[in-house]
């Protein structure tokens, strides 16, 4: 089984010794994170390389030597190790192959109009920040809340609906957005992240193994700036073009996600629920760079709770955006729009 699963994935092992070898069932993909490889491994050598290809059950390793690769077969083919953080124990299967080489591992740039600004508020203030949201007010509050099968949500400003996907603009919710938001968003007005100030603010909050389903926000409802604040954890956000090129993104913690142009109207941003992400080993929790731009240097990251405030302005005249086939202001004269939120978005 094991040989057949390294045929499907392209992989060419050898009967010799080399100096590299493929390690099945110690990937990013089945829950080995980088930590735990390196500390297995290492007991038989120096190492040169070691690839973690995102989502695989396999892995690469090259020796310095031969002989460090061969002590590592003999140790490790077949031996049971327990995962680190579910306990659950696996068996390695151990190859030797000729080179340690990924297929379709091109590094990616960021969707373009899409920008993510670090630090943008202190400590502090997301402190703040986090503690102006009461959970616990009743629905008939004033403000629009929601548990949604996959997150907490809160709107301000205006309730954005998730069975149209869009905002009911002659019904604002008393109130307005919080008074706290006021010092962000002129930040983002001055340093010139957004042009107009925000009249619609939702606020998500995952659990880890929780997210949100791809979309793009309706074109009708919003303008075209869309910002999203990160607090309290980092995630991975994934984006994908019509033409099926995703692009996963980090966004650390107090850092801004800015959604414009193409990135805004024609790719679909969302979150996968799961409890851990893929990410760059190097810089853990500062690196904005998308996640296979170096993929010799992944690992898996435990998901924290997350809280995000995105806001939006809402739309009063239709979108005349250059993007017509996914624009719903221009439907009728191209072909149909896709939703923008699948229906079971909802309890
Ligand atoms: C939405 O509420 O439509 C989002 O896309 C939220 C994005 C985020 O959590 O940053």
Redesign the pocket.
Known sequence: AQHTLMRHEGIKCVSHATQSLVVANAGLGNGMSRQQLLRILEEYGAMETLLMPPNKPYSFVKYRTTEEAKKAFNALNGKEVTLEDCDQNIVLYINFVEKVSLQNAVPTSLPPGLMVIEKIISPEEERRMLESIDWKADEDTQNAQKTLKH?R?KHFGYE?RYDNNNVDKDKPLPGGLPEICNPFLEKCLKQGYIKHKPDQL?V?Q?EPGQG?PP?T?THSAFEDE?I???LGAE?V?DFKHPDGHTVAIM?PRCSL?VMTGESRYLWT???TPRKYDVVQASELGQNVRTITADVGDLTLNRRET?T???FRKVRRSPCNCIYPSVCDSQKGQQRPVQPS?PQNEME
């Open positions: 997150r949500v954005f939702t998500n995952y949100i979309h926000d869309i999203s604040l990160s995630i956000m966004l996600l941003h969302g979150i997350r995000s405030f995105t939120f």
